[in-house]
């Protein structure tokens, strides 16, 4: 079984409806992270936490909110999604060492018409 | 602020070639960590390997190696015998200690028959 679990693997939607893209992982890693993924541009940090009570902004996070449910989930949600957040989204892990690698989900494909 | 460029945005060679994907890095830290990830045609991101900014040692597995020089800010990545398995996109990222992985924007590799 993977780690790193992401669901739904693909979602297409329409503009204003409100979005979740769920995470959960395995590995018993404090870090989580979601990044985006658009062509040519690489992946950036929309949001981070470092434990359940512990929510960061990355670069990209507004349109976006967040929820740590437990050390296991990490929920993204899009209140009203729009055309350009149709992406490829990742969910990844890591442990508390600054040494530790981040271990990436298998993405979720988001569509927004 | 860290930035990671991966100046070539697409390479092609023929199956058995040698192929080189370079990438620079800038960062003010001493202490620092830099990645290769791999993303096949299915997606999904794959750790290659991780170096911490003590080790300068050049790292080889298997077809695959890394030359990490930091009098050039440099973590070039090179595959031996490139075979058709290796066509992917692939990203170099760095972070410094805690916080998020920057990456690149990422060498989209075509090896053909």
């Known amino acids: 079984d993977a780690d790193v679990t992401q669901t739904p693997r693909n979602r297409i939607t329409k503009t204003g409806k409100r979005i979740m893209l769920e995470c959960s992982q395995t590995k018993g890693h404090d870090r989580m992270y979601w990044y985006r993924q658009d062509p040519g541009l690489g992946l950036r940090l929309i949001y981070y936490s470092f434990d359940v009570k512990d929510i960061n902004k990355g670069e990209i996070s507004d349109g976006y909110s967040v929820s740590r449910q437990a050390q296991a989930k990490f929920s993204l949600s899009l209140e009203s999604a729009i055309p350009n957040q149709t992406a490829l989204y990742f969910c990844a892990t890591r442990e508390g060492s600054s040494a530790s690698t981040q271990y990436f989900g298998p993405g979720t494909r988001l569509t927004v018409l | 602020a860290q930035k990671v460029t991966q100046a070539q945005t697409e390479i092609s060679v023929v199956e058995k070639e040698d192929v080189t994907l370079d990438c620079v890095y800038e960062?003010?830290?001493?202490?620092?960590?830099l990645f290769w990830y791999k993303q096949p045609p299915s997606g999904e991101l794959v750790f290659l390997i991780r170096r911490n900014s003590f080790d300068e040692q050049n790292e080889i597995s298997g077809r695959y190696s890394w030359n990490f020089q930091k009098s050039t800010s440099s973590f070039n990545f090179t595959i031996t015998a490139s075979q058709v398995v290796d066509s992917a996109v692939y990203f170099c990222a760095l972070s410094t200690g805690f916080q998020k992985l920057v990456f690149g924007t990422g060498t989209r590799l075509l090896v053909s028959p």
């Open positions: 960062t003010r830290d001493t202490t620092y960590y």
